[in-house]
Every structure is written in structure tokens, then in C-alpha cells.
């Protein structure tokens, strides 16, 4: 039975195209996983509307449909038109709002914790419960840079994190819509790629740092998680392999791998490989510089370059 303070909680985080969301989605399908929905995070403090996202496990083709799109291979869908059915149908999603409606800040640099950030383990466990779920998936980028905070306010809690090529993650962040205005933190308070461009530098290079400064993020908030509560993957391998990486996550988070009707669902996802290919293209300055930057990383991580 989960503790009315303190739910088992699963958190998913890497950098940013890195394939979390799929991993989230994936997860998501699992019977006994629960997870804040878009309807949560309109009502952040409205745990009982988590109640929907039971209905999600007794409309299997409507939560294809929605959750991954017509052809099962897009679970974060962005620059195309939604039907409205969709955009109402309940799914997990990022939840911030629950997140800061607890006072939990975008970045924890060892404050005191407060009592209204206390409140976040109780709201996740009710959360939890109306959903019918036995363990909590949370996926939010943002974890990135608080992850004591949230070791700290759910102790036990595990952590898995998606790690990509630097180089598949630049690419993948110069092709979506909103990069442009995404917040470059380690930069400047409100800066963005748009502003980066404007000072006449390379695009590919801030997207290649900001790789760097989320991993780098990453790293430092690991640092003091017991290495039994933290998994890596690679989205390589779960683009691959996704039936033997997805059994390993489930098994790490609690969850049982081999729920059939989770097999059934996972079975329906088109896991497409985008693993990085060289273009014999002659590379611009700025892939030049991005890559430059990017190779010290990718050796650590065990990228052939």
C-alpha cells in the first residue's frame, strides 16, 4: 500500500530531445504507473483529478492515438495541427504547475527547505492513489537542476536518466519550433537562442552547449544520490532495443516488466531510429565549432566521433 506521505516516485530526466518523453509515454502505458496529467496541471492543487487517467487503461486505441500520434511514433508531437479530442484527452505530461504550486523552485541551490515545498510528497502520494497507480512517473527537464531538493522531499526516490549523442540533440533542437525562445540559463537570465543569433554566433553552437550545461547539471545533481536509486540508459539502446531497456526501467522503478497488458501496448509503438549518421556533407563553421565543443563529452560517454 503506498504511504499517504511518501509514494514511490520515479523521476525521468535528461537534457532536453533526449528522448524522455518517449521513455515517460512508454512508462505511462504501464497499469500500476501513475502520473500527473494535463488536467493536473491546469488544477495543480486538484489531486483528485488524477481520476481520469484511469480511463486512459480502458481506452487503449483512443491513448494510442493520443499519446503517439496516427503512425505510433511520435510521442512529443510538435508543429502540427491536434484534433480537439485529442488536446481533451487525459495524458502525462511535464506538470510543472504541480510542481511550483509547492513552491519547488526551477533551480535548488541547498536553501532551507520550507513547509509549503513539504507539501509536494503528501500531493504526489494522493495523486498517486486517485490515479490507481503503485508508483509515480514524473518527467520535467527541469528536475535537472533540483534533483537534491527532490531526493530530499521524497527520499528513496529513484532517478533514471536518458542520455543521447550531443550531436543527434543539437540537430534535434535546431528542428523544433520552439528552441528559438527557450530560456539559455547558463547564459543569461532570459536569454535565448534568438538572442545568441542576434549577437552573431552560430546556432548549432548554443544548442551544443546547452547539451553540455544540462548534462553537466545532471552530473552535479547526481553526485550525492546513492548509485543503487539512479539508472542511465542510452536512447540508442530504447530506440533499439525497447523491449530489454523498457523491462529494465519498469524493473528499477518497481514496476513489473512483464504486465501483459503493457507488452500489448508497447507492442503498437513504432520505435524508429534516429541514431546519428555522418553527412559527407563538408560541415559549416558552426557544425564545425558545435562539434569541437561537443567531443570531450562524447568520448566520456563513449560516442565514437
Known sequence: MTSRTDPPTLFIVGAPRSGTTLLYRCLALHPDAGWISNYHSRLPRFWPVAALNRATRHTPDWRYAAWFGPAGD????????RARWERAYPQPVEGEAVFAACGIPAVWRGEPVTARQRRLAPLLARTLRAGGGEVLVSKRIGHNRRIPLLDSLLPGSRFVEVVRDGRDVVDSLLAVDWWPQAELWWWGLGATPAD?????RAPEEAAAEHWLAETSALREGMRGIPKDRVLRIRY???VASPGPTLAVVA????LDPGAGTWQEALAAIDFRSRKHTPSGDEPTPGRRAALALLAPRLREEGYPL
Open 236 to 238: 540508442e539502446d530504447l
Open 251 to 254: 524493473g528499477f522503478a518497481g
Open 196 to 200: 545568441w543569433v542576434a549577437a552573431g
Open 74 to 81: 511520435a510521442a512529443y508531437r510538435y508543429g502540427s495541427p
